[in-house]
């Protein structure tokens, strides 16, 4: 089975491999690293797809209560299913962290339909602005 539609790009984040060249990516870490792409480009950050991303930047500081988590879910859902046509989203979960209140993970779960592996993403957010030291 040809893993060609599964695509080959450069590694997230760009940064030289050890040999000094640009780092590659295929198959199904392609499809994982497009999909963190995905979730942490903003709509509207790139002019010539202005309504690729999500919105989830703009939910980061909302309080982390049950409508706000369910929104949250449904925004990663909506912008997969959308973008990303290489998969099929088995599901979406969104929750506090026991131990910390202004962290909140997202757990997505997917299969590559070409591979037919199941794969899962665990994505951080947290809730409250840095400070600097």
């Not at 990516?25 to 002019?47: C, F, H, K, M, Y």
């Not at 202005?50 to 706000?68: C, K, R, S, Y």
Request: charged share 25%.
């Amino acid at each position: 089975m040809s893993k060609d539609f599964l695509g080959r790009g450069w590694r997230f984040p760009i940064a030289p491999d050890a040999t000094g060249g640009l780092g590659y990516t295929s198959a199904d870490a392609n499809v994982e690293q497009s999909l963190r792409i995905l979730l942490l480009t903003r709509v509207g950050e790139r002019p010539m797809r202005g309504t690729f991303g999500t919105h989830l930047a703009e939910m980061v500081f909302l309080p982390g209560g049950t409508v706000n988590l369910r929104r949250l879910e449904l925004e990663v859902r909506t912008a997969v299913t959308t973008w990303e046509p290489r998969v099929d989203l088995l599901a979406v979960e969104a929750e506090l962290d026991p131990d910390d209140a202004t962290r909140v993970t997202v757990s997505i779960s997917y299969r590559v339909r070409r591979s037919n592996t199941r794969q899962s993403l665990v994505f951080p957010f947290y809730l409250s602005q840095a400070t600097v030291p």
